[in-house]
C-alpha cells in the first residue's frame, strides 16, 4: 500500500471514531504526500459522514458518537479548507452571495466547505451562520446588494424553511432581484423545482458551477 493510500484508510478509521487530533494530523499528512484536498472532501470526508449517519439511524451508534465524528469532520475540515483557500485565484469578485444554513438546522460542515469554493473562485460570500431565520436571509440580501442566495438543510424536519424562506422574499416583493438556490443532504431536484428555487446543486463543486450558470460566467 502506498503512503498516500494509507492515510486516506487511516483518516476514514479516525473520522468513523471521532479521533479529533488524529484526524489532523493525518488530513496534514495526506496534504503533505500530495493529496488534492477537495478530492479528500468528496472521497472520504463526505463518504465517511455518510456512513456515521446511517449508523446513528440505524442506533448503530449514539449522539456522543455522532457528535465525536462532526467535530472530527470539522477539524479536518478546516484544515482542508484552508488549502482549498490557500490555492484559489484572487480575482476581482464574480458576484455576492449570501448563504446560511436554514432556521433550526445546525449543521454547518457542507455549507463552510460551500463557502470555502465559491470564495476560492472568486465570489464574495456573506455567510450568515447556521439556524438563520428567513428574514436574516432577506436583511443580509438587502444590505450586501446580494446576487445569489444561498440555502443549506440537512433534515427533512428543516427541508420546509427552504420554502418559507423563499415565500418571504415572494412576499416582500423581494423574489425577483436575487437567484435563490438551496443545497444540502435532504435536498434534491425535485424539492428545489417544488418551491420554486433558482437551482439545487449535490456538492460544492457543482455550487460553483450552479453559480456562475446563473450569473452567466463562463464555467
Ligand atoms: C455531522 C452530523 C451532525 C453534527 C453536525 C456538526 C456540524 N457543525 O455541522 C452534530 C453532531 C452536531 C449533529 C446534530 C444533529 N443531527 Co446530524 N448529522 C451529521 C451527519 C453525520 C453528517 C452531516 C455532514 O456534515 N455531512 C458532510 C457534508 C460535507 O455534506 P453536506 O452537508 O450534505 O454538504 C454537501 C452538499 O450537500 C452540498 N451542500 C450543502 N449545503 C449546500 C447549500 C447549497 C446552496 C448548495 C448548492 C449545496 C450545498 O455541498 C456540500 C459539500 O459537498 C449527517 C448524516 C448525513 N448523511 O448527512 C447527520 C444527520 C443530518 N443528522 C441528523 C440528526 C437527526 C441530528 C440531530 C437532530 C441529532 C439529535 N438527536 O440531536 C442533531 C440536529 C441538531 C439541529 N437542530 O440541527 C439526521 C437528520 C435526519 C433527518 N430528519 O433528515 C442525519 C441525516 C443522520 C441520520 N441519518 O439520522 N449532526
Redesign the pocket.
Known sequence: MGNSEKFRNDLKEALQQGLLEESESLTRQALAAGEDPLDL??TI??PT??D???Q??EFEIF?PE??A??DA??AATRILEEAISASGRKTASLGTIV?GTVQ????????N??NTLLSSHGFKVVDIGRDAAPSKFLDAAQQENADIV???A?????RPATRSTLNLFVETGSRNHYKI??????IDLDWANEIGADG?????A??VD?CKKLLGIPT
Open positions: 472532501i468528496q470526508l463526505v459522514l455518510s456515521v449517519g446511517c446513528f439511524q449522539l455522532l457528535m465524528a462532526g469532520a470539522q448563504l433550526n438546522d445546525i449543521h454547518d460542515i457542507g455549507k466547505i460551500v444561498a440555502m443549506s440537512l433534515m427533512t424536519t428543516t438556490i438551496i443545497g444540502g443532504g435532504c439545487y446543486a449535490k456538492d460544492a457543482a455550487a450552479l
